[in-house]
Each structure stands twice: as structure tokens, then as C-alpha cells.
């Protein structure tokens, strides 16, 4: 059974930092490209961010370009998104979700929900003082 887990997520002033894990278990992630979403209260969920399957190809959100990392470690079979002077803004529910890529190619991503197959629980953001 095709599985992502989510973890790391939790409360958080201003400023402050998380970084969130996503497990896979069932596949291997290797030939996975790997995204990020988030889903606030009241809204859509949007892509966040995405890491091609050999980790040179990544691409943001604008509202956090600069702030937030993606990686991921195919030995470990997870990735990350290190998500660094969190704002209010930033609260929200987050996924991450891994895909078999339509294109052949090893460095490209993409930050649309419907590309992607297998989706985490999600885990809960919440930037607050």
C-alpha cells in the first residue's frame, strides 16, 4: 500500500521555524517527483513548493520564495520542506504528495494538486504569538 506521512508540523511564533518531514512507505520515492501544498481554513489548497526526482529541479510559491526549502533524501525515503520565518499567513493545514512524472525528464516538478496520485494526511501549521 502506497503511503506519505506527514510530520513535524506544530505551533510557532512569528518568526520562528519547522521543518516538516514526509515519509513514504510502500514505494520507493526515487522515480517520484515530491510537492508540497497547504490548505488554510476557508481556502484551496495550494502548491507550495516541488522537487524533481534527482533533487536539482525545485520550484516555490512566490509567498515564500526565500523563506522556505525543499529537499528530499531518497536513501531515507523522505522529503522536506524547511520553512523558516514563518508568518501568520503561512498557517495552514500541509501535504505533501509524490507522483510518477508525465514527462521524462530528471529535473522537472510541478506545483498542480491534480498531477499528483498518492497524498499525505496532512499536518497542521499554525504561526501564532
Known amino acids: 500500500q502506497l503511503q506519505l506521512v506527514e510530520s513535524g508540523g506544530g505551533l510557532v511564533q512569528p518568526g520562528g521555524s519547522l521543518r516538516l518531514s514526509c515519509a513514504a512507505s510502500?514505494?520507493?520515492?526515487?522515480?517520484?517527483?515530491i510537492g508540497w501544498f497547504r490548505q488554510a481554513p476557508g481556502k484551496g489548497r495550494e502548491g507550495v513548493s516541488c522537487i524533481s526526482r534527482n533533487g536539482a529541479g525545485t520550484n516555490y510559491a512566490d509567498s515564500v520564495k526565500g523563506r522556505f526549502t525543499i529537499s528530499r533524501d531518497n536513501a531515507k525515503n523522505t522529503g522536506y520542506l524547511q520553512a523558516n520565518s514563518l508568518e501568520p499567513q503561512d498557517t495552514a493545514v500541509y501535504y505533501c504528495?509524490?507522483?510518477?512524472?508525465?514527462?521524462?525528464?530528471?529535473?522537472?516538478?510541478?506545483?498542480?494538486?491534480?498531477?499528483?496520485?498518492?497524498w499525505g494526511q496532512g499536518t497542521q501549521v499554525t504561526v501564532s504569538s
Open positions: 504528495a509524490a507522483t510518477i512524472p508525465r514527462w521524462n525528464s530528471d529535473t522537472g516538478c510541478a506545483m498542480f494538486t491534480g498531477e499528483y496520485t498518492t
Open positions: 510502500g514505494f520507493t520515492l526515487d522515480n517520484y517527483i
